[in-house]
């Protein structure tokens, strides 16, 4: 270069890498920041989601609705709390109204969603250890009144029952409140139905479940906390890349 000509750079070495732990310093601590506020903020709600597919196998003459047949597959999810007040007083037996949302069901060519034109509209029973004939009974029952896309203002009863029944008492539930979940195999009876008749039916187009999910839904609260460590754990690695990068 010849004398006198001017030089166009950023600013030194030394003073580049300085500026760049400045602005990380303060990427960092704003991460932080975020994430302490979150922590403070506490839990916004605990709320599990249960999914299931399973195959009409039988057919109740007067409660099966018609257009579902044997063989017809199942599916759905549905949102649960497992948080709610239990509605009556028994030690041994849970009754949680309005603890189901987010309701979905696809049996054969008929797709069913929550009915939302009354309310309570679900509810979840827990009945544990209780005694009948010699053996202990656990039943855990999500119970929802449903409607069909084709018929909005017809509302159906579906189902879902989970049970045990065992010589000695199961584990499968505790007291009588609502798991947040449970491992797979957990109950022996899977079934469900769905009914043209309101809640008290046991009966209709009835299923066998085949494959249920059940785990608790990550809060959003989580999630940005996780979006927050990933980006600290980024720009640490850039800051690392910086400062081992040879001198230009």
Known sequence: MKDGAKRRHGPKGGQGFALGLARGGRAVAAGLALAAMLVVSGPAGAVSRLTFSG???????????????????????????????????????GYYPGAITGFSATLGSQHYTQYTAQAPNS?????????????????????????????????????????????????????????????????ALQRGFITVLPPGASQGNNFVLNAVEVAPVPEPRMSLLMLAGLSLLWLGARLSERRHAPAR
């Open 123 to 187: 509810e979840i029973d827990v009945i544990n250890d209780e005694f009948v004939l010699g053996l202990y009974r656990d039943t855990l029952l999500f119970r929802v009144a449903v409607v069909e896309a084709a018929t909005p203002d017809l509302p159906r009863f579906f189902q879902l029952t989970f049970g045990n029944s065992t010589a000695t008492p199961s584990a499968s539930l505790t007291g009588d409140d609502v798991p947040a979940s449970w491992a797979a195999g957990s109950f």
């Open 55 to 93: 195959v009409v196998d039988s057919l109740s003459a007067g409660y099966a609705i018609p257009g579902v047949a044997v063989g017809d597959a199942v599916s759905g999810s549905l949102l649960f709390d497992p948080t709610v007040v239990d509605g009556q007083p028994l030690n041994w037996m």
